[in-house]
């Protein structure tokens, strides 16, 4: 990412990791943003795939070099140094050196932009092997702005080259240092300080240049620069030395830096923890914990009551648990998770009959069985018997926790193994089932490499090993296992014999079987993702059996050409019900994958690593790599969204049934309470009943139409029409229109009236369980928020079963489009000392919302009242009539009123002097409502008594009230009126007849 430095609105961005790590994602050009990233354009280079940095010339926003390093899994694409003159709008490529190597990273000179230093590096990784180097890589430098190019690789190695990382000293210019990565060990630190003539090695020391490589000059002192690795590293020597800038409370693995110029104790990290900043040279990091970038490879859920947990694991963060939903108000919080094992964490599962057992794994099948109770773990890994050879791991090993059998558990890497004693001890039940190709006899890069290439096989999997494995819901001696050189093999007897699948028509050879899938519904149905983007095909291979793998057929027609398919999941309800997660994204098919449509709804662009299903909840869970997990709460209505359904003008869901419970505030307040605004909060469902609706047609006001076909005749070259009086007038005066949910209970009782303004499509909108707030109405909103405020709602109904119709409001008249449907309310068991009578708590709640209805809306009328006797005040003054007459009424209602108010809410005077007097109406009902109504205890005898004090004390007041405003205040404007008085709040004007 680049900001232009002419114009900080400007914001260029390379997409595809500038790291050739096994995980990396592909990208698909260059984005560029006018309005500081509100906004974005695509601007080109579409198969570069992976672009390593851009520079803005400090004097042109129309000038820009960007260093596309090219496809990582393949030969050729967008590969090289590349310029645009005219703000991106066009790309020359203005260095290229070969179809396999490309420009990872370029740097000009501050003092003259014309001079450039580009870093060539030359690399390749497939599922088998990475190739970190050739004869590709090396050095260049330009004085022409790019025209023209020399290598500048003199007192480099001069064996193969990787990759190389330049950095020029701002504060000295003259000094341009390199770190570059060699075969043979002979890579190391450089330095030239004759603009890149010559490089003189200051010290051995280099990083990885599959996932660091990169170097930042200090801004100030010139010897002191930075490198990126594991453990971040200093020079203060010029390279000749390098020490650990000190990370005692920071995550490892970094990346990037951002030195503060005016301070440069003041730095910022970037890492594979996240973003860290410092103001003391590292001594003490600040950690941003409100990004949600996890990169989650797998995730499970478990059947815990009343919410389930949610497990995975995470590229170098742990494998995490936590929950999907909670009773706190203040939303899930970063503390509401646990660690379940350390490393990069890989698949978990949870044991279906003990939600306190997890396995969980680090990579290379590193397993550990997690105590949720106590927090312990132990680790269970496989090991080989004697005289066995060592396993085969990969990276991520695939791992099952049988629902057939308490203790069950299934493992693999190139062998599968099978325990029944939660991993205690492990059973062989196949020899190694992959294809045992030998890697090393494999072509990358048009031949077969040496030893001593660069990063040979480094940060690679072995190869050979199993990656997917699926046990048949239905058949407990079935079970699917994929492995990364393309093959399927399955068995149907628990593992004694074993059928192995391969050359699937349509599958390219040794494709990496990323997922299999045994069928809820159907023993002889399994299916199949297949990836093979690590071979630079981006193609989704979905495939399935009938037969269970006799025979295939692709079922990806409909899911986006770019996009590789990393996941897919059966509805455990409706077996033509899938989901797939793809490398954008995540797709439904309700025809058994005939056709497919993108699942959006808040989910941003990025990649669906895995999918589970919580069937109980009916809750479609997903890992993303990148973004964390999200939660699509109650899928069920996509069960029925067919084409032919959605044909239909209008359809209302069934409702799930909903729980109900009040919400705690472990905060103290709503939302992020007094924690400030970089507070973390995930997504917390609350408790509410969901309503999913769909309606086919656009509900469109006469403005908007109008709009629509004018901008349809000025798209088409028609004459726009012009509206006629009837039009517009019709325009005016005609209502939105409005979508109508009317609640009822099993009496047929309305309890809740919803509005929400129509849209098109399946949509969503939810209920609080509670009744309406009684509040008095105010149309303007609060001058600022005050969390001691209260929110405006009521309170929470009796359970029960209830039903939602849905109308609509529009042109004056109501259309009822959808519904009852029946659903139930559900209270959820989690206190200690619940109402018996949860009907009489109900029946309770509502008279103490009943007289604070009549309460608050007589101290409002009073007000009003209060409000009206000022300007009537003013107006007497202004009527050609003796004064007394009327201020003598005027003074007779006030003190009424001052006596009325004395009763609602107490006597002020005797409060400033310390007099003790009765607690007033307004006080009593305060405090019943202050202390019951976020409670499901039954009233205590306090809030009853209290209650019916006040009730009592209540309507001979409103009495009072009523007969103010009913004779007293009638009589007074009619008077005031009678001798003409000015207009004043209340008062219809009377014509007096001269």
């Keep these: 990412m680049t ?309 995975g694991g995470t590229q170098d963060n742990f494998s995490l648990g936590g929950p999907s939903r909670s009773v706190s108000g203040n939303g899930i919080a970063n503390e509401d998770w646990f660690i379940t094992h350390g490393g990069d964490g890989f698949e978990s599962q949870v044991d279906h009959f003990n939600t306190d057992i997890v396995y969980t794994q680090s990579q290379y099948g590193v397993l550990a069985r997690y105590d949720k109770r106590s927090g312990e773990e132990v680790g269970i890994q496989p090991q080989a018997r004697k005289d066995e050879n060592s396993y085969r791991w990969n990276w991520d090993a695939p791992l099952i926790a049988s629902p057939h059998q308490a203790g069950r558990v299934y493992f693999a890497a190139n062998k599968v193994f099978k325990s029944d004693d939660y991993g205690s001890s492990w059973e062989v039940i196949s020899e190694d089932i992959t294809a045992q190709i030998n890697r090393n006899e494999l072509e990358i890069m048009d031949r077969v490499w040496g030893i001593d290439a660069v990063m040979k096989n480094q940060s690679t999997s072995p190869y050979g090993t199993i990656v997917a494995m699926s046990e048949s819901p239905i058949d407990a001696n079935l079970l699917y296992a994929g492995t990364d050189d393309g093959l399927i093999q399955w068995t149907s007897d628990g593992g004694d014999n074993w059928t192995r699948i391969d050359h699937i028509a349509g599958v390219p050879e040794r494709t990496y079987v990323n997922a299999v899938l045994a069928s809820n519904h159907d023993a002889n149905v399994v299916y199949a993702c297949f990836n093979n983007h690590k071979n630079g095909d981006f193609k989704p291979y979905v495939f399935k059996s009938s037969d269970q793998g006799a025979t295939w057929s692709d079922i990806s027609s409909g899911l986006p050409e770019r996009g590789s398919a990393y996941s897919i999941m059966e509805d455990h309800v409706d077996p033509n019900l899938l989901f797939v997660g793809t490398e954008f994204g995540i797709s439904f098919s309700n025809d058994g994958g005939q056709n497919w449509k993108q699942l959006k709804a808040g989910l941003p662009t990025v990649a669906v690593r895995d999918i589970d299903i919580q069937q109980r909840e009916n809750d479609l869970v997903i890992a993303t790599f990148g973004r964390g997990f999200f939660v699509l709460d109650d899928y069920s209505s996509l069960r029925n969204a067919t084409e032919e359904n959605l044909e239909s003008e209008t359809t209302l869901f069934a409702v799930r049934d909903a729980l109900m419970y009040e919400m705690r505030y472990p905060l103290g307040l709503p939302g992020k309470s007094f924690q400030g605004d970089s507070y973390w909060q995930g997504d917390n469902l609350g408790s509410v009943a969901m309503f999913t609706y769909y309606i086919k047609d656009k509900i ?78 105010s149309l303007g909103g609060r001058g600022f928020y005050n969390p001691f405020a209260g929110k405006e709602e009521g309170t929470l109904v009796a359970p029960g079963t209830y039903t939602v119709e849905l109308a609509l409001w529009h042109n004056g008249e109501v259309g009822q489009l959808a519904g009852p449907v029946a659903f139930n309310v559900i209270p959820l068991d989690n206190t200690t000392m619940p109402a018996e009578n949860r009907d009489a708590l109900v029946e309770f709640k509502a008279e103490v919302n009943e007289l604070s209805r009549a309460l608050r809306g007589t101290q409002r009328a009073m007000g009003q009242l ?129």
Aim: negative net charge.
């Design 3 to 311: 900001i232009d430095p002419s114009n900080p609105n400007i914001v260029w961005v390379g997409t595809g990791e500038n790291n050739n790590q096994r995980s990396v994602a592909y990208g698909d050009g260059i984005y560029k943003s006018n309005d500081g990233g509100k906004s974005w354009k695509h601007m080109g280079l579409k198969d570069s795939e992976h672009i390593g940095s851009i520079i803005v010339h400090p004097d042109s926003s129309n000038v820009i070099y960007v260093a596309a390093i090219g496809p990582l899994w393949s030969s050729g694409g967008d590969r090289g140094l590349y310029k645009s003159s005219d703000g991106g709008e066009n790309w020359k490529c203005i260095l290229t050196i070969d179809e396999h190597t490309g420009v990872n990273e370029v740097v000009m000179d501050p003092r003259d932009p014309k001079v450039m230093y580009a870093a060539a590096l030359q690399r390749q990784r497939h599922v088998y092997t990475y190739l970190g180097g050739g004869p590709g890589s090396g050095m260049y430098k330009t004085t022409d702005g790019g025209l023209n190019w020399t290598k500048a690789n003199k007192g480099l190695p001069k064996v193969d080259l990787g990759r190389i990382g330049l950095s020029i000293s701002p504060a000295n210019p003259e000094i341009i240092y390199a770190i570059v990565e060699a075969a043979k060990g002979k890579g190391g630190f450089y330095r030239s300080t004759n603009r890149g003539a010559s490089w003189h090695k200051r010290s051995g020391y280099t990083s990885s240049g599959n996932y660091y490589q990169e170097i930042i000059a200090d801004p100030i002192n010139p010897d002191k620069i930075y490198a990126m690795n594991t453990w971040m590293q200093v020079s203060l020597d010029g390279g000749k030395t390098f020490n650990n800038v000190g990370e005692d409370t920071k995550h490892v693995d970094n990346h990037c830096i951002w030195i503060d110029e005016a301070d440069t104790d003041h730095f910022v990290v970037g890492c594979d923890g996240g973003i860290y900043e410092t103001w003391d040279a590292a001594k003490t990091w600040d950690f941003k914990a409100n990004l949600p970038v996890v990169q989650f490879y797998k995730v499970a859920v478990d059947n815990s009551l009343p919410f389930y947990y949610i497990y």
């Design 700 to 777: 469109e006001t006469l403005k908007a139409k109008r709009r629509s076909d004018e901008k349809d005749a000025i798209k088409n070259d028609s004459l726009v029409g012009y509206p006629s009086y009837d039009d517009l007038l019709a325009e005016r005066n005609e209502e939105k229109p409005m979508l109508w949910f009317t609640i009822k209970d099993a009496a047929g009782n309305i309890v809740r009236k919803i509005e929400k303004s129509p849209g098109t499509g399946v949509q969503r909108t939810e209920w609080d369980l509670r009744t309406p707030s009684k509040n008095p109405i």
């Design 866 to 994: 209060q409000t009206e006797l000022k300007h009537i005040r003013k107006a007497i003054a202004r009527i050609e009539q003796p004064t007394e007459v009327f201020l003598t009424d005027v003074r007779k209602i006030e003190a009424e009123l001052r006596d009325i108010r004395i009763g609602l809410n107490g006597d002020g005077v005797a409060g400033t002097l310390d007099i003790d007097t009765p607690p007033s109406v307004a006080n009593r009902v305060g405090f019943v409502m202050f202390e019951q109504k976020y409670s499901t205890a039954t009233p205590t005898q306090t809030h009853q008594s209290s209650l019916a004090i006040a009730n009592d004390e209540f309507r001979p007041l409103l009495e009072r009230v009523r007969k103010v405003t009913e004779v007293d205040m009638m009589q007074l404007r009619d008077a005031l009126q009678e001798a003409g008085a000015p207009y004043t709040p209340g008062a219809l004007p009377k014509i007096v007849e001269y």
